[in-house]
């Protein structure tokens, strides 16, 4: 009986209906306008992304079902990195689709802004560009950018084990780095202890 309502609703709806289906298979799926040439549109579920300014390491990640608007996502999204990480951020650098955020306990410094910048904050709205290749891993490697699960649940559940997957990625090339700075030190002070033994050879 749902799938026979969902086609009725399908057969039904017009351009400009509200809550249009895209899927039968998964009728939550929301139409995202991207703005880009290249891809006007997407269809999915929008999630929020927080990080480290500086690591890139994941501290937040949300499904937000219905497409809202994403200045309308932020306090959501600070509230689960407080929840998260047992600290409210007391500066978050976004981009200009946050304007209109209506966040007081964190200072949202929006990307755009020229008028009054500092040194100190404008250094910070361009490493905030450095969250995009970040995306594009979670995306590529960590399969953020088609979900198996099914339903919001499932949507919610994906983003934060793509979250999590990628901090355990950043982890293990540092534990790498680590490991092979170790190796070579380890070698270089055996090379100390053993020096070559000089030889002559003559014919």
């Known amino acids: 009986m749902e799938a026979l309502w969902l086609v ?9 209906s509200k809550d249009k289906i895209y899927s039968l298979h998964e009728p939550e799926v929301d139409c995202i306008s991207k703005g880009k040439a290249r891809v006007r549109y997407k269809f999915g579920t929008k999630v929020s992304l ?28 600070l509230e689960q990195v407080a929840i998260l990480t047992d600290q409210v951020p007391d500066l978050a ?9 209506g966040v007081s306990t964190t200072k949202l410094l929006i990307g755009g802004t020229r008028r009054g910048i500092t040194p100190l904050p404008a250094k910070l709205l361009r490493r ?28 919610a559940v994906f983003a934060i084990l793509c979250a999590c997957g990628h901090n355990i990625r950043k982890i293990l090339a540092h ?8 190796l070579q030190l380890v070698a270089a002070i055996l090379c100390q202890k053993n020096p070559p033994i000089p030889a002559t050879i003559a014919a």
Do not use: W
């Open 175 to 182: 534990l790498r780095a680590l490991l092979s700075l170790f």
């Open 50 to 77: 927080a990080t480290t300014i500086d690591e890139g390491f994941v501290v937040g990640a949300r499904s937000f079902p219905s497409n809202p608007y994403d200045g309308h996502t932020s306090a959501p999204a």
């Open 8 to 16: 009725g609703r399908l057969l039904e709806q017009t351009p400009k």
């Open 128 to 155: 905030r560009s450095a969250i995009e290749p970040e995306i594009g891993h979670m995306k590529t490697d960590g399969r953020l950018a088609r979900c198996p699960l099914k339903g919001r649940i499932g949507d």
């Open 93 to 101: 650098v976004v981009d200009r689709g946050y304007r209109g955020h």
